[in-house]
């Protein structure tokens, strides 16, 4: 959007009063979760929003689709039965190979490989493009995770705000201004606290984690050329990243390790945090049957309260099965296993409400994944966690999770029903746990303003001052070997090393006159 489109923007807004908004989801689970919530908050504050949703991909089973009640639009997109069936085949499989615990650089590439496709196809429909392009809308609020959001923002000519769902370090957000020594790079599974060890492993993350970005961005690169008119940007997806107007990542310091950030990145974690309701009477009543020894909620997120991988139920089962707490756990009934046996203290529920749950006064822990949104769910109501943690940002997640005092993690490879209820008891018995989760929970819940206003009022501010642009910074516009002073560095080194040559010589020619003229020679006395 031009300056002149941005000037006529200012000079009508107190007349508007709202923006046109259009928040862009094309991944489902949790990514839909936070993107429903965020529409409904801008619709909430007076502002007319539309989400662009791609039906396909693994979503919510039981939320519909067409907004909170219908208080926001939608303009849904498929690919078409076929492919979903197919994509959501692959995907399945990819859940079973989390849970025993294989996670991969190349699955996380061919997942990647799957939104550059979808993204082709999407932006070649040139019916949805068209009525996108001709609502002319003021902003747009993107899922940053998936590079074809920025893509289709270029191509409809609309400024856009970057919505990380995940911590400051994912493998494809902002590149904050974080030391090496003490930000930990994604994927290094290290906290703030690093020895020698722990900061060249860091080093060698950071180092992996742009090539790998480049990568990703290869898979992206030939859907920029064919569907933008100005060709793939030549920074690649770090252009992309620098040109939005606002960043805002879900996450904040209950969690995060405390670190540096640019004045166009703000935290908004806990957008999915509530007040607990009442849960329904049948489930009210069964929790009760346990008494003051409580209960325990289990989902390893969305999208694999479906996947059945038989010998890490086994263990989940005999490890559940020794403790006296009641078990609510996530888990499609009619995917459990005929042969496994069920405890009398578990109850499998193909739906939970999450939030209510973690909010009762008979909550004892959560065993979690590890999302972000879980563990900001846990902080909000304090309670402590078993992480156990599968793909992508769940792996630092728990470490925080861990370091912070919140909780332990265990890998899925690792569990046996032994281990699993050793673990479960020390969570339980241990006052520390529990303290440090009041802490947190204090701690996130005392800032300023809660994250959906924060969220609406940054935005707003956004449109009301022309863009972003003063928020950010040359140095994002800074080549990286002048971030890095290597410019200045290679300039030093010059001139010393210069200095050091020119000394070298003159002392080369000063020896050489020497022997050339030699010592003075001595008169004879007579």
Not at 95 to 107: I, P, T, V
Not at 239 to 255: I, P, R, V, Y
Request: charged share 15%; proline share 6%.
């Amino acid at each position: 959007m031009g300056p002149l489109v941005w000037m006529c923007w200012l000079l009508a807004l107190p007349l508007l009063q709202s923006a046109k908004i259009l928040t862009v989801c094309l991944i489902g689970g949790s990514h839909y979760l936070l993107f429903d919530e965020i529409s409904y908050n801008f619709d909430l504050h007076g502002h007319e929003v539309r989400m662009l949703l791609q039906l396909g991909n693994p979503l919510v089973t039981g939320l519909s689709y067409a907004g909170r009640n219908g208080s926001y639009q939608t303009s849904t997109w498929s690919l078409g039965e076929d492919y979903i069936k197919q994509y959501n085949g692959w995907f399945l499989e990819q859940q079973a190979q989390f849970l025993l615990g294989r996670d991969s650089f190349n699955g996380f590439l061919n997942f990647m490989g799957h939104l550059s496709y979808q993204c082709d196809k999407l932006l070649g429909d040139g019916a949805q493009m068209g009525f996108l392009q001709a609502e002319r809308y003021d902003v747009a609020i993107l899922d940053a995770f998936n590079p074809c959001s920025f893509i289709l923002a270029h191509k409809l000519g609309v400024p856009y705000v970057a919505f990380y769902p995940g911590p400051l370090n994912g493998p494809l957000s902002l590149d904050v201004p974080g030391a090496v020594s003490w930000v930990p790079a994604f994927g290094s599974q290290l906290t703030d606290r690093m020895d020698l060890w722990g900061r060249a492993k860091n080093l060698v993350y950071s180092l992996l984690g742009t090539a790998g970005q480049k990568m990703v961005w290869s898979l992206f690169k030939e859907v920029a050329e064919r569907h933008l008119a100005s060709g793939s940007p030549p920074g690649g997806l770090d252009d992309f990243h620098q040109k939005a107007e606002l960043w805002a990542f879900n996450t904040d310091f209950s969690l995060e390790f405390p670190q540096p950030l640019l004045p166009s990145a703000i935290l908004t974690g806990g957008l999915l945090n509530k007040p607990a309701r009442p849960v329904d009477q049948d489930l009210d009543s069964w929790i009760s049957g346990f008494g003051e020894s409580g209960f325990i909620v289990v989902t390893l997120g969305t999208m694999v309260s479906s996947v059945s991988v038989d010998g890490l139920l086994a263990e989940l089962v005999d490890g559940f099965s020794v403790i006296p707490q009641g078990v609510i756990w996530r888990y499609d009934r009619q995917r459990w296993p005929p042969h496994l046996s069920q405890p009398s203290n578990v109850r499998l529920v193909d739906w939970l409400p999450l939030n209510d749950l973690l909010g009762h006064d008979k909550v004892r822990l959560f065993v979690t994944h590890g999302g972000q949104n879980s563990l900001l769910q846990a902080v909000y109501h304090a309670v402590p966690v078993l992480g156990i943690p599968l793909f992508g940002d769940q792996f630092d997640n728990v470490v925080r999770a861990e370091a912070k005092g919140l909780g332990l993690g265990l890998g899925p490879a690792r569990i046996t029903g032994q281990l699993l209820g050793s673990t479960v008891r020390t969570l339980l018995r241990e006052p520390r746990f529990k303290s440090a989760a009041r802490s947190l929970s204090r701690i996130h819940r005392s800032q300023p303003a809660p994250p959906a206003l924060r969220l609406v009022r940054w935005v707003e501010h956004v449109l009301r001052s022309g863009g972003g642009a003063h928020l950010r910074p040359a140095w994002l516009r800074q080549p990286w070997y002048q971030r890095c002073l290597l410019d200045l560095l290679l300039l030093f080194l010059a001139a010393v090393g210069g200095a050091v040559l020119l000394a070298a010589l003159l002392l080369r020619k000063s020896k050489s006159k020497s022997k050339t003229t030699g010592p003075p020679r001595s008169k004879k006395t007579q």
